[in-house]
C-alpha cells in the first residue's frame, strides 16, 4: 500500500500526538489521494479491505471493488457494435476513432509519444435511430443524496463512460454510467453511508484529530511553565 500521508510532516505531527487513522479514514484518503493511478487506488483499498476488522467498511470497500469492476469490464466491451471509441487530446481536440477500446489504447499511446499529449478516450453511442435520442441522464445525481433528476434525457453527446490515460497509457482517472440502472441504485445506497459519515466529520471538524493536536499543545504548554 502506498502512503497515505506523503507529507513527512505531518507524519512526524501524528507520531508525535500518538494519532492513528481509523479504518474507515484510510480508505477516505486512498480513494481521493491525488497523483495516484487508478489501480493503485484499487489495489490499496483491496488491501485495506482485507486487512480491516470492520466488518461493515470491508463489506462496503468490496461493494466499491465489485462496481468498479463491473463499469469497467462494460467499457471495453463493444459487442453490440452500437459505441465507438473517441480517443481525444486534453484539449478534447478528437484524435481518431475506433470500434475497440484495446485498438484505441494502443493509437493513444501512440499518438501520446508522438505529440507527447495526454490523452482520453471516450465511448460514444453512434445513434443510429430515434429510440437512441433518448438516453439515461448521466448528470443524475445521486438520489440518497437528494439529488432529484430525470432518469432520462435527450441525447447531448456526452460520452457513456471515460478514462484519463497518463503518458505512459496507464488509467489515472475512470468514470461511467453504463451499469444498469439497478445496479447503480444500490451502489449508490452504500455511497450514501459513506458520504455523510464523511461529511459529519468534516463538519465536526475531525474531532479525533483536533483532540488530540490540543492535547499536545497543552502538555507542551505545561512543560514550558516548568
Request: proline share 3%; aromatic share 12%.
Amino acid at each position: 500500500m502506498f502512503e497515505i500521508v506523503p507529507s513527512q510532516w505531518m507524519k512526524k505531527c501524528f507520531e508525535e500526538i500518538d494519532f492513528a487513522f481509523t479504518d474507515f479514514q484510510k480508505a477516505t484518503l486512498i480513494w481521493n489521494a491525488p497523483g495516484r493511478l487508478r489501480q493503485e487506488i484499487l489495489d490499496a483499498l483491496e488491501e485495506l479491505s482485507e486487512e480491516t476488522r470492520d466488518e461493515t467498511l470491508r463489506r462496503q470497500i468490496n461493494e466499491r471493488l465489485d462496481y468498479e469492476k463491473k463499469a469497467f469490464e462494460i467499457f471495453i466491451h463493444n459487442q453490440t457494435g452500437k459505441y465507438v471509441y473517441v480517443v481525444e487530446d486534453m484539449k478534447y481536440e478528437s484524435c481518431g476513432f475506433f470500434i475497440g477500446y484495446d485498438r484505441a489504447l494502443k493509437y493513444a499511446k501512440k499518438y501520446m509519444q508522438t505529440y507527447e499529449l495526454k490523452c482520453r478516450i471516450n465511448k460514444q453511442l453512434i445513434v443510429a435511430t430515434d429510440a437512441d435520442e433518448i438516453v439515461r441522464n448521466p448528470w443524475r445525481g445521486n438520489p440518497n443524496l437528494g439529488f432529484e433528476t430525470e432518469e432520462y434525457c435527450a441525447y447531448d453527446g456526452t460520452a457513456v463512460a471515460s478514462v484519463t490515460l497518463n503518458m505512459s497509457g496507464e488509467i489515472e482517472q475512470f468514470s461511467s454510467y453504463e451499469l444498469p440502472e439497478e445496479e447503480k441504485e444500490a451502489f449508490c445506497k452504500t455511497l450514501d453511508t459513506l458520504y455523510w459519515k464523511s461529511k459529519r466529520q468534516r463538519q465536526a471538524g475531525f474531532p479525533d484529530v483536533t483532540q488530540k493536536v490540543m492535547e499536545h499543545k497543552d502538555e507542551g504548554a505545561e512543560d514550558g511553565e516548568k
